[in-house]
């Protein structure tokens, strides 16, 4: 090898060096990443897999320790006694009652007052659309006194359109803020084209920029729907007729004065996850965007 061949050799490699060590940092980086994030998984869903595990097991009158995450023998008594006992079919259409109502409520009020702030110019437009957003940074429990007492005045206790009346009314800041976004993004030039064509506001709305927000439009909706399926804290409050509760407050009732069949709350808690999974998974492809849909201008 001649000393001008090994020169350039040497020369190769350390042009070679400074690509090589940012490459085997981007390696070291992204194995941490994902290694966070099966972390992250695993946290997740280990509750998830001890609760369904827990369900499946025969005489779970305690828990096991240290917790299983495959069952110890199968057995599926403890859903059939948790769907038959405690009026659980009962308080599965309650959820469902006031859930879907609920997330209708939301998504058609949170629309149209969204398409009035996204499209309009009116005389302080700016101010109440922050007195609006305001709302958003008061903490449910504190106003939870003046809500009761409004609810008692409006003679909206023990009553499930008196749950769906207030859930609307604390989701409406939210899924408006998110579809205001989301409409100011549709061009004014397909808007001017349907005011030439003739078309009104409602037109306009329904053809242009109801079927253009799908996205965000069923990211408020999973938002809304899940918000109340999920609901503890108002419903205890206002209901105490046990033919009115929700599925939070009787998977609550299965827990007795004198110890907890955690057979039977495990196996409801999981019947009563199975619809939010769904609804999840069903808006999940327009979850993302609908929730990114403000960010870039």
């Known amino acids: 090898m001649t000393r001008t061949e090994l020169m350039t050799r040497r020369a190769d490699a350390s042009q070679l060096q400074p690509r090589d060590a940012p490459a085997r940092r981007l390696n070291v980086w992204a194995i941490l990443r994902l290694a966070a994030v099966v972390g992250g998984a695993l946290m997740m869903i280990a509750p998830f897999l001890i609760m369904v595990s827990t369900s499946l097991e025969p005489n779970t009158a305690t828990l096991p320790n240290p917790p299983h995450f495959l069952p110890q023998g199968v057995t599926t008594s403890n859903y059939e006694e948790a769907w038959n006992g405690n009026d659980f079919a009962g308080y ?18 949170s629309s149209l007052t969204a ?30 006194v003046p809500q009761f007492v409004l609810a008692k005045s409006l003679g909206m206790l023990d009553s499930l359109d008196g749950l769906v009346f207030f859930y609307t009314a604390g989701q409406i800041a939210f899924t408006t803020f998110l579809l205001r976004a989301f409409f100011e993004r549709v061009p004014r030039e397909l808007d001017e084209a349907m005011t030439v064509d003739g078309a009104g506001i409602m037109r306009k709305f329904l053809v242009l920029y109801v079927p253009l927000a799908r996205p965000a439009l069923a990211t408020a909706a999973v938002f809304s729907f899940l918000g109340s399926w999920d609901e503890y804290v ?17 998977i609550a009732a299965f827990q007795g004065e004198h110890g ?3 057979g039977l709350v495990f196996a409801a808690s999981t019947m009563a996850v199975l619809p939010v999974i769904a609804v999840y998974v069903a808006g999940q492809k327009h979850l993302i965007s609908g929730i990114t849909a403000g960010a870039v201008k």
Do not use: E, H
């Not at 922050?130 to 903490?139: F, H």
């Not at 108002?234 to 009787?250: F, H, N, Q, Y």
């Open 115 to 144: 398409f009035a702030f996204a499209r309009f110019d009116f005389p302080g437009k700016n101010f109440v659309f922050a007195v609006l957003l305001a709302g958003l940074m008061i903490p449910g429990i504190v106003v939870i």
């Open 234 to 250: 108002w419903a205890l409050t206002v209901i105490s007729d046990a033919s009115k509760r929700t599925l939070p407050l009787g």
């Open 260 to 262: 907890t069949a955690w």
């Open 92 to 109: 599965f259409f309650n959820s469902t009652y006031v859930s879907v109502l609920t997330t209708v409520a939301v998504v058609v009020i």
